[in-house]
């Protein structure tokens, strides 16, 4: 997936906003959120970041061609903490059981 195409998937399927809702919360218009996502033009290093702080996603899945989509847990308080270490246990141990059925 290429950048514009990963764009417009956090758009529509992380964040569920309309390309002008979406321009808002990054501060550029509309009409620059469907020239990225056409792939008629490229965001800035600087809307890059903020696309990734509004996603809550990782830079470099933005960056690089083939780098998997990851969450980012920076400004969570201690609940959010718990309640992801509960689904990443509870994911292992689904995981660990299957390896060894």
Partial sequence: MDIADKIKFLRTNILDLSQEKFAKKIDVTRGTINNWEQGLS????????MIALVC???????????HPLELSVRDINDREYQILLQLINYFNDINNKEKYE
């Avoid at 965001?43 to 890059?48: K, N, S």
């Avoid at 809550?56 to 083939?66: F, G, V």
């Fill in 42 to 49: 490229v965001p800035t290093i600087a809307h890059i970041t």
């Fill in 56 to 66: 809550n996603i990782t830079t470099d899945y933005l960056i690089e061609d083939n």
